[in-house]
């Protein structure tokens, strides 16, 4: 009840049903006591979820590779959410003087349940040791990132095998 003179605020909740699809939704409230009634357009935009998978082709998270040489391995992108995702761009958090391209280098845009295949080439410093390495893959977005950390073993050159035997 409101008096003459006063105001009064009105909560309106909306839950939309799963599976909506992005959008905006207009609702109308009817306000009135009596004869006296008006309308009130309202609108729901709804956004989506943004939501996005990274996982390698394998599901393996390591990689061999030979010191100055390249190696590649392949990883998916797919969103999982509710929303287009634009803007996809990846990046490498790698060892210092390693080298770390993919291919393609940008997706526009990914649609809810698309999903890509990225290919990732590595190549290490011609004077990395032998060992593990870890190399992370930034996959980033609108309004999402995720991350994916691979295990790089840098091995030795055959070619000083070679030069052991001789």
């Known amino acids: 009840r409101i008096r003459g003179g006063q ?29 006296r009634q008006t309308d009130v357009p309202l609108a729901v935009i709804l956004t989506g979820i943004y939501k996005l998978e990274v996982t390698t082709t394998t599901g393996l998270l390591s990689l061999d590779a030979t010191a100055g040489e390249t190696a590649s391995f392949s990883f998916l992108i ?8 634009r803007n996809i761009g990846m990046d490498a958090f790698k060892p210092e003087n390693w080298i770390v391209e993919f291919k393609p280098e940008k997706v526009d845009v990914l649609q809810p349940g698309e999903m890509k295949q990225i290919t990732a ?9 032998v060992g593990d390495y870890s190399v992370g893959i930034s996959v980033e977005g609108e309004k999402v990132n995720k991350t994916l950390e691979m295990r790089v073993t840098v091995k030795s050159s055959s070619v000083w095998g070679w030069i052991g035997v001789g």
């Open 121 to 129: 080439t590595v190549k290490p410093n011609a004077q990395a040791l």
């Open 7 to 35: 105001s009064q605020t009105v909560s309106v909740q909306v839950t939309p049903p799963n599976g909506a699809v992005v959008g905006q939704y207009p609702i109308h409230v009817r306000i009135g006591s009596g004869e």
């Open 78 to 85: 797919k969103n999982t959410g509710s929303a287009a995702i």
